[in-house]
């Protein structure tokens, strides 16, 4: 069974230009979250979706950052415009709404450097 | 609201040695606790999980880690300290409800030594 799937892997970006990464969860996964995790700190989350509704996104500063999830399958999260504190990993990850035991399966992440 | 404390951002220990990181949490719910493990470069694996039942719960590569009420821990434990458990290990909490975030501590970084 595949993974949780992140791509680009690495991402070098100037301030002030937009970047997005994409996201595609564990097959039948209907909750998706999107944590941020800075160096040395611990994944903090950004927003979870159940399905293509986002349940809660009270993280997520949304004068930049902007999150959808088409169809309940894949999603994407974009930054426009980065700023150099939004250099990090940003982590995907994936359960099983109503079974399974509060597990998440998570992606490799997406390392995000702005200069 | 819950929250995750773990005690001491880095643990060095010896090969052979007993490896004991730390975790207190704090739930208004009882609670789910986690433990994953991040090489460099890689994403969360999970280690061990406690959910309802049996306190201890053993996981992966040896680790086990006991749930405590009365003290509200989760410490992780590993008899015997390997070069391949370098990494950083992270406690998480969550509500209990299947499709909940986790709310995770800071981390702690595991050195081993020859």
């Known amino acids: 069974e595949a993974g949780v799937v992140q791509s680009p892997r690495y991402k070098i970006i100037e301030k002030k230009q937009p970047v997005a990464f994409w996201c595609n969860p564990i097959s039948g996964h209907n909750t998706l979250y999107w944590y941020l995790q800075n160096l040395g700190q611990g994944p903090e989350l950004l927003i979870r979706y159940e399905n293509e509704e986002a349940v809660d996104d009270s993280q997520l500063p949304k004068d930049r950052f902007s999150a959808e999830r088409l169809k309940g399958v894949d999603s994407t999260l974009k930054i426009q415009p980065a700023e150099l504190g939004d250099s990090a990993v940003y982590l995907c990850?994936?359960?099983?709404?109503?079974?399974?035991?509060?597990?998440?399966?998570f992606g490799e992440g997406s390392r995000l450097t702005v200069l | 609201a819950q929250s995750v404390t773990q005690l001491g951002s880095h643990v060095s220990v010896s090969e052979g040695a007993l490896v004991l990181l730390r975790c207190n949490y704090s739930s208004s719910v009882p609670p789910y606790l986690f433990w994953y493990v991040q090489y460099p470069n890689q994403g969360l694996q999970l280690l061990l999980k406690y959910t309802t039942g049996a306190t201890l719960v053993k996981g992966i590569n040896g680790f086990e880690a006991e749930f405590k009420k009365s003290e509200t821990s989760f410490h992780l434990t590993k008899p015997s300290a390997h070069m391949s458990d370098a990494a950083e290990y992270f406690c998480?909490?969550?509500?209990?409800?299947?499709?909940?975030?986790?709310?995770f501590g800071k981390g702690t970084t595991l050195s081993v030594s020859s």
């Open positions: 990850a994936s359960s099983p709404y109503g079974t399974g035991s509060g597990e998440l399966f």
């Open positions: 998480a909490v969550s509500e209990g409800q299947a499709g909940s975030a986790l709310i």
